[in-house]
């Protein structure tokens, strides 16, 4: 799932930033992709055989509150025949992306419309070490999203993070693995990477545009916007040169490997669908037969009870699409 060169002589590509990368010899892959996909489980494993070329195989259970489970090739794929809503659950791991291959998993997320749940992105022969991003880190001189926990001791003020180390090599992990956002560096490969690990709403939030890189076959592009995610999660500042952390300038080492790649700005909250047409196809997909269960048991006046408690909780949101689908209805010539 790594690109296939790592520079050379050739000045890299410009970013989608406006701004050129320095870090030539860095790689982009992806490491492990698990998402949700609702198109139905033949859809779902015939595009997975499509792309993979083996036959489909039962398993002999599922994972992940999913009964059933399949393997096609190295692809996993899992469904409840009994709770539809729940939709199909196509997981990739870590050696199966790189069997894969990045484009391959790109056709994938794109074919399948998955929403992402989990998203290893990995940047290989970083020019750091480990033990550099812990020093560091402990120092203060670290802009992050996690948060110096309550109650830490007075000699262990900083963020959550662990260090291990053996005759492999070294690893120093950065934030909790049960948040939306982790990430590990080690050098047991004999080179530095730098692997960030997105889950939940944050997977999601990131796979679309990481996997719109991706698709267009640009390798300064997807360096970029990984990079532009990791800066979301970290950068490595000198905590002394403003008081203001968003104006600290970065460490040489971490502005050497950035570039002039900016943040990722990754909104996770706001409106599920924007349009009347999108709600539509949500209900349509994820509570028509739970509502057809519910009106064969209820009535039609259970019906309406239930349509006039939602229409009792109306927010601004809900206004906001019955007024544009009223717009654009009145708009069409009749």
């Not at 196509?90 to 998203?119: K, P, T």
């Not at 309406?304 to 408690?309: A, C, G, P, T, Y």
Request: proline content about 3%; overall charge neutral; charged content about 25%.
């Amino acid at each position: 799932a790594h690109g296939q060169t790592r520079g050379g002589t050739t000045p890299p590509p410009a970013c989608n930033t406006g701004a050129e990368i320095t870090t030539r010899e860095v790689e982009v892959g992806v490491h492990w992709l698990r998402g949700t996909s609702w198109r139905g489980l033949d859809d779902v494993l015939g595009a997975v055989f499509a792309e993979v070329g083996e036959s489909v195989v039962v398993l002999d259970r599922g994972m992940f509150g999913y009964r059933e489970g399949f393997a096609v090739g190295p692809v996993r794929v899992y469904h409840h025949s009994e709770k539809p809503e729940m939709g199909v659950c196509v997981e990739v791991s870590g050696s199966a992306c790189e069997e894969l291959g990045m484009v391959a998993l790109g056709r994938l997320f794109v074919g399948l419309e998955l929403r992402a749940s989990r998203l290893d992105i990995a940047l290989d022969h970083c020019g750091f070490t480990p033990a550099q991003l812990r020093e560091e880190w402990i120092r203060g001189n670290v802009r992050t999203l996690c948060k110096v926990p309550e109650g830490a001791r007075e000699d262990r003020q900083w963020r959550t993070c662990s260090w291990d180390q053996n005759a492999q090599g070294d690893t120093f992990s950065m934030g909790s693995r049960t948040s939306g956002q982790f990430a590990r560096c080690y050098d047991q490969r004999g080179f530095t990477r730098l692997e960030l690990e997105l889950k939940g709403r944050t997977a999601e939030a990131s796979a679309l545009p990481f996997f719109v890189a991706v698709g267009t076959a640009d390798e300064g592009t997807v360096r970029c916007t990984a990079l532009a995610l990791v800066r979301r999660f970290v950068d490595f500042v000198d905590a002394s040169s403003d008081e203001n952390a968003s104006r600290r300038s970065l460490l040489p080492f971490w502005e050497a490997f950035c570039g002039s790649v900016e943040r990722a700005r990754v909104r996770l909250e706001g409106q599920v669908v924007a349009t009347l047409e999108e709600a539509a196809g949500w209900l349509r997909r994820s509570v028509s037969r739970t509502l057809a269960v519910f009106v064969d048991a209820y009535g039609d006046s259970g019906l309406r009870e239930l349509v006039d408690h939602g229409r009792s909780g109306w927010g601004s949101r809900h206004r906001a699409m019955l007024r544009d689908w009223r717009t654009i209805t009145v708009a069409v010539p009749t």
